[in-house]
């Protein structure tokens, strides 16, 4: 049975830093790329940041760049993404997901996405940034 668990949410203030973890079991780890997706109430999920199966290929959605940072660590099964000058708007849940692919631009799958392409998720954890 695929897991994925979500850590690290929490309240901060604007201009602050949190670190999301996502620990994956009953999974290859390896085999597959691995996102973060955000939903704000009222809005629709976003595709944050995604890492390819290897780490060799990253996306950041352009509200983000600069100020996240997506890695991995196959030995530890481990997703994480760092945020740094968090935003008021950057207030979501934040959700780990995977998708069982070797295919390298990570674009592809996480880019304007929903995150359709991804077959597991984990439950969330919110973030929430204040003013």
């Known amino acids: 049975q695929v897991q994925l668990m979500e850590s690290g949410g929490g309240l901060v203030q604007a201009g602050g830093s949190l670190r999301l973890s996502c620990t994956a079991s009953?999974?290859?780890?390896?085999?597959?790329?691995i996102g973060w997706f955000r939903q704000a109430p009222g809005k629709e999920r976003e595709g944050v940041s995604c890492i390819n199966y290897s780490g060799g290929n990253r996306f950041y959605t352009d509200s983000v760049k600069g100020r996240f940072t997506i890695s991995r660590d196959n030995a530890k099964n481990t997703l994480y993404l760092q945020m740094n000058s968090l935003k008021p708007e950057d207030t979501a849940k934040y959700y780990c997901a995977a998708v069982d692919t070797r295919y390298y631009n990570a674009d592809y799958y996480c880019k304007g996405s929903s995150g359709s392409l991804f077959g597991y998720w984990g439950q969330g954890t919110q973030v929430t940034v204040s003013s």
């Open positions: 009953g999974l290859k780890f390896s085999d597959f790329a």
